[in-house]
């Protein structure tokens, strides 16, 4: 039942209003997932900044945590900037190090603190809520870049929190994002089979598995066209997902069709939903909108 929706300029030089767009398509999805909201935007920056969102809790002393962290990483790399907006810490660091080795620096300040995202494009912003709760606290409408994905949640299983909404960063792989409307029914196994090397699991939602599962192939050498359609053979369950990368967008539908997923292509944009009326919502009258067909994969990338 949850809403899945991305765009993609493909002439954008990162200054398209990717958040508006986003936000348009999502409200009209509103109805599929009033749980949660979330989109995760990639900014098209070209300054070789890292920029972190880092949940700092649930709640507490959210500014005493800041300043902690900031004295735990100052070793890795130079704090350029730095804010707090609710428990969302956003930095821009100039970092060259393990991406890993960062997060896991991060996350040491407490057991609920956790990286939401990470990359030199991508910045993840999520709450529990409505896409209207989104925009009123993070203004997702003024930011702007190349192309997004977002989802809205019906928690069919998990808890409602931030941790468990989408999208969902790859910890450890920057820039890469996944949303996710369905069930992936080999999850348990998936799970257990990475966590046997060591790979951390921040939820009991089963959509994380996709992004851990694309981060592993991509580290292989696969490229995000190999590695979706893989996972057409490995993950097994009814669904349809995104997933973006600082230069791309894609998806992937499972071999039995059964989720819901329309897409459309133009000179200038892709655009990609659950329904179509989110599509109509963000370029009404756009035209040449399809249904995706079963096992289908499309990636796109900026030109």
Not at 56 to 84: K, M, V, W
Not at 188 to 213: A, C, P, W
Not at 269 to 279: F, G, K, L, Q, R
């Amino acid at each position: 039942m949850c809403g899945i929706i991305g765009f993609l300029d493909k002439q954008s030089d990162g200054t398209s209003p990717v958040g508006n767009t986003v936000l348009t398509m999502l409200n009209a999805l509103a109805c599929r997932g009033p749980d949660s909201a979330g989109v995760a935007l990639y900014t098209g920056s070209s300054n070789g900044h890292t920029v972190l969102r880092v949940k700092l809790g649930e709640n507490g002393d959210f500014a005493g945590r800041r300043e902690s962290i900031a004295e735990r990483i100052q070793g890795l790399g130079t704090i350029l900037d730095s804010s707090t907006t609710e428990e969302y810490l956003r930095l821009e660091l100039d970092f060259q190090g393990d991406p890993k080795e960062l997060s896991a620096l991060i996350e040491t300040e407490a057991d609920n603190v956790e990286v939401v995202s990470m990359g030199n494009a991508l910045e993840i912003v999520k709450q529990v809520g409505s896409p209207e709760n989104l925009e009123q606290t993070h203004g997702v409408s003024r930011i702007t870049g190349t192309h997004g994905i977002g989802h809205t949640r019906l928690s069919t299983e998990s808890r409602v929190d931030l941790s468990h909404s989408q999208p969902f960063w790859a910890h450890g792989m920057p820039d890469l994002a996944v949303v996710h409307n369905g069930h992936i029914t080999n999850y348990h196994k998936l799970r257990m089979l990475y966590e046997q090397h060591g790979v951390r699991f921040y939820t009991d939602n089963d959509s994380e598995v996709i992004g851990v599962y694309l981060a592993d192939r991509l580290s292989q050498g696969m490229s995000l066209q190999e590695a979706l359609t893989a996972s057409l053979d490995d993950l097994d369950g009814s669904f349809s997902y995104l997933a973006a990368t600082r230069n791309e967008l894609g998806f992937a539908k499972d071999r039995f069709a059964l989720k819901p997923l329309l897409f459309t292509e133009t000179d200038e944009t892709v655009v990609v939903a659950t329904e179509e009326i989110a599509i109509e919502n963000a370029f009404p009258g756009i035209g040449g909108v399809r249904e995706a067909q079963a096992k289908e994969v499309q990636v796109w990338r900026l030109n």
